[in-house]
């Protein structure tokens, strides 16, 4: 993580609710509903969007999280589609899955959103499409959280430190008021000055997580509980770390799987995403995993040294594509 002349410390709770009078959530998945019941438990207003259906929809739906203690958290949440929101005002949050971005940026675009706009995405370069179409307030966060649906049709979420936000485009009073505005006692944020050396360091753990536990069908857990696994784990690691080296971005390897192993535990028993959305015949974000950072070492000229990465995230895009197809 980072140092800590690098986060600012801001007050939980502050009133933001003249400069982001709604948080406009989209992407209603386990990330976005946790977010919005939490939100909603500290009197946030909050509507959660339905960025992927085309038809007009409208609704309350009462969403239960059930927190890392055991707690049972219970709100009814307002759900709209995008087209019935006047997103002009306000804060907007996208916990939507990252291949859904092009498509977004180019929406608010046409509707002239000035909005800030916070992405919880990890990944590299997931905030491109918003650059590329001129939006001028973007900020990225990374998530050190997991959340996911149970048996009973509830959200489990289990936080495993503050979460990052920082600045892509934009202004370090606004990214304080986003973060006051977003912070909640069991979902928590910071601002952070070296935001791409996070989303770097956390890219590079998800393109473990996101290909190896799909493939092997397992758990978070499976790397502090299986020495074979985690030291596939590191190779992985290792060519990573040399293509953010490439990009500027100096991380260590021990550091790196530091990260892994303390996410592994947190998270032990939990799946990652990229494996619920092939068991649910959904696409995948390996696309901004490891085959982002294959395109991106190839841009180096370094794609021979990120075989294994590679090849990982091959195999886990073609059992997403398979899964669908079955």
Not at 207 to 228: A, E, T, W, Y
Request: hydrophobic share 40%; proline share 2%.
């Amino acid at each position: 993580m980072a140092n800590d002349n690098s986060i600012r410390t801001n007050v939980l709770g502050t009133d933001n609710s003249k400069r982001f009078p709604a948080i406009y959530i989209i992407g209603a998945g386990a990330i976005g509903k946790a977010l919005a019941v939490l939100l909603k438990r500290q009197n946030r207003k909050v509507i959660l969007v339905r960025s992927s259906v085309s038809e007009e929809l409208s609704y309350n739906e009462e969403i239960e999280v059930v927190q890392g203690d055991g707690t049972v958290i219970r709100e009814e949440i307002k759900v709209r589609s995008l087209s019935l929101i006047d997103l002009y005002h306000g804060l907007i949050v996208l916990t939507n899955k990252s291949y859904g971005n092009e498509r977004i940026a180019k929406i608010l675009k046409e509707r002239k959103t000035a909005a800030p706009i916070v992405i919880l995405q990890n990944g590299l370069k997931v905030e491109e499409p918003f650059i590329v179409n001129n939006h001028l307030h973007i900020y990225r966060c990374v998530l050190f959280v997991t959340s996911q649906p149970n048996a009973k049709g509830q959200i489990s979420f289990k936080p495993v430190t503050s979460c990052p936000i920082g600045i892509i485009r934009g202004d370090e009073e606004t990214l304080d008021e986003i973060v006051s505005a977003l912070s909640t006692t069991s979902f928590s944020f910071n601002a952070e000055s070296d935001i791409q050396r996070i989303i770097w360091k956390k890219a590079i753990v998800n393109c473990v997580f996101n290909s190896i536990c799909p493939l092997l069908d397992v758990d978070n857990g499976i790397f502090h509980r299986n020495k074979r696994t985690l030291d596939l784990a590191t190779s992985i690691i290792s060519e990573c770390a040399a293509i953010a080296t490439a990009a500027g971005v100096r991380l260590s390897i021990a550091e790196i799987t530091e990260s892994l192993l303390s996410i592994s535990k947190a998270s032990d028993g939990q799946f990652i995403s990229t494996l619920q959305d092939i068991r649910n015949k959904r696409e995948t974000e390996i696309g901004s995993l490891n085959l982002e950072m294959a395109r991106i070492a190839a841009s180096f000229n370094k794609q021979e040294t990120i075989i294994k990465t590679t090849i990982l995230g091959e195999l886990t895009y073609l059992k997403s594509v398979i899964s669908r197809q079955e």
